[in-house]
C-alpha cells in the first residue's frame, strides 16, 4: 500500500464530490434565477383567475401554495401557514393551487371546489387534512369514505354531489398542473413565495424564505 | 524488479480508472435524481443496484491491491452493462413501447436530458458499465499473462 496511492484517491474522490456540490450550487442558482424571471414576466402562471386566495388584498408577500388534498405533508404544513399568516396579519396572501399527484385525487378537488361554492371552502380542507389518514392511506385508499366526515364542514352534500361534475372544475385542474408543470412542481406541497421557490424543503426554510419576503417589503 | 513494479502499477491504476468511472456515474446519477429531481425509472434502479456498489468494492481492492477484485467487480458490471444495453435498445426504439416493462411512475422511455443531441442518459449509462467492463477485462488478460 503505497503512500501516494492513497494520496490520489482521496484528491480524486475530493475533486469529485467538489465537483458535485459546484453543480449543486449552479444549478440551484440558474433555477432561481429562471423563476424569479418568469415572476416577473408572467405573474399569471403563479396565480390564475380561478385560483382562491386567503388574506388582505393589501398584502405583499405573495404565497402560492400547489397541494394536493390527499398529500399528507400538505396537511401537516396547513397549521404552520396558518400560524405564520395570522403572525403576521395582512402581510402574506396565501394563493391556492392544485397539484392532485396521488392516484385519484382530483376527486377531493373537485369536492374542495364544489364547497367552494357553498362558501365553505376552508371549512371543508380543514375537515379534509383532518380526516386524512382515514381515506387516504397509500396502501388501501377509501375516496369513498369521505363523505362520512363532510357533514362535518356543514356542506350540502346533495348539492356537492351534484356540482363537482362541473366541467369548469375539470379545467381548473388542468390548468393548475400545467402551471405546475411549467413551474418545475414535482412534489407537494410546492411553495413560491413572490416567486421564489422554496429549494431546501423544511418549516424553517418556509418561514426564512417567507420573513426575507416580508422584509424586502415592508 | 523495476518492470514487475511498474506491471503492478498499471495493474493498480487500471482498477483506479474503474473506480473514477464508477464514482462519476453514482454521482451524476445521484444528481439527476435528488437535485435535477428526475425521477428514475424502474430500469434506472436496476442500473444502480449494480453501479452503487462498484464504488465501494473497487475502493477496497484498491488498498492493498488485490486482484481478486476481478472477480467480484465483473459480476455486478456485466449484470449491470445488460440492463443498460437492454434499457438504450428501448430508448432508442429497436425495442417495441409494448414490451416496455415499468408502467407505472417513472416511464423508462421518456427523454430527460439530451447533452449535445445525442447524449442521454441511458447512454451515459452504457457508456460507464462498458467502461468498467472493458478495464475490468483488460486486467484479467494481464493477469493471466
Known amino acids: 500500500m503505497r503512500k501516494q496511492d492513497i494520496v490520489l484517491v482521496l484528491i480524486s474522490g475530493g475533486f469529485l464530490i467538489f465537483l458535485f456540490v459546484i453543480g449543486v450550487s449552479i444549478y440551484n442558482n440558474q433555477q432561481a434565477k429562471k423563476y424569479g424571471f418568469m415572476a416577473l414576466e408572467n405573474a399569471s402562471t403563479f396565480v390564475r383567475e380561478h385560483s382562491l386566495t386567503l388574506g388582505s388584498d393589501d398584502a405583499k408577500v405573495y404565497l402560492v401554495e400547489f397541494s394536493d388534498p390527499a398529500c399528507e405533508t400538505c396537511s401537516a404544513f396547513h397549521p404552520f401557514v396558518k400560524n405564520l399568516m395570522a403572525a403576521n396579519p395582512g402581510k402574506i396572501k396565501l394563493v391556492v393551487r392544485y397539484a392532485p399527484f396521488h392516484d385519484g385525487a382530483d376527486y377531493f378537488v373537485k369536492i374542495l371546489e364544489a364547497a367552494r361554492k357553498q362558501g365553505k371552502y376552508w371549512e371543508t380542507l380543514e375537515v379534509m387534512y383532518k380526516t386524512q389518514r382515514n381515506w387516504a392511506s397509500h396502501h388501501n385508499p377509501q375516496p369513498q369514505l369521505i363523505w362520512k366526515f363532510l357533514p362535518r364542514a356543514g356542506l350540502d352534500l346533495e348539492k356537492i354531489k351534484n356540482d363537482m361534475n362541473d366541467p369548469e372544475i375539470e379545467k381548473l385542474i388542468k390548468q393548475d398542473l400545467a402551471d405546475a408543470k411549467t413551474l418545475n412542481v414535482k412534489k407537494t406541497p410546492g411553495f413560491f413565495v413572490n416567486g421564489k421557490p422554496l429549494q431546501s424543503f423544511g418549516y424553517k426554510q418556509l418561514q426564512e424564505l417567507i420573513e426575507a419576503a416580508i422584509k424586502n417589503n415592508y | ?145
Request: charge should be neutral; aromatic fraction near 18%.
Open chain 2, 1 to 145: 524488479m523495476t518492470n514487475l513494479d511498474q506491471t503492478s502499477n498499471s495493474n493498480w491504476t487500471i482498477i483506479f480508472l474503474c473506480w473514477i468511472v464508477a464514482s462519476i456515474s453514482t454521482l451524476g446519477s445521484l444528481f439527476f435524481s435528488e437535485i435535477m429531481e428526475f425521477p428514475p425509472c424502474a430500469l434506472c434502479w436496476y442500473q444502480r443496484i449494480f453501479m452503487f456498489p462498484l464504488v465501494l468494492i473497487l475502493l477496497v481492492g484498491l488498498f492493498p491491491f488485490d486482484k481478486n477484485i476481478i472477480k467480484y467487480a465483473l459480476p455486478l458490471a456485466l449484470a449491470g452493462w445488460g440492463f443498460a444495453f437492454y434499457h438504450y435498445l428501448l430508448y432508442s426504439g429497436f425495442i417495441p413501447e409494448s414490451l416496455q416493462p415499468c408502467s407505472q411512475g417513472a416511464s423508462c422511455s421518456e427523454t430527460y436530458l439530451d447533452l449535445f443531441g445525442f447524449l442521454t442518459i441511458p447512454m451515459l449509462s452504457l457508456i460507464s458499465f462498458s467502461t468498467i467492463v472493458a478495464l475490468l477485462y483488460i486486467l484479467k488478460r494481464r493477469l493471466s499473462k
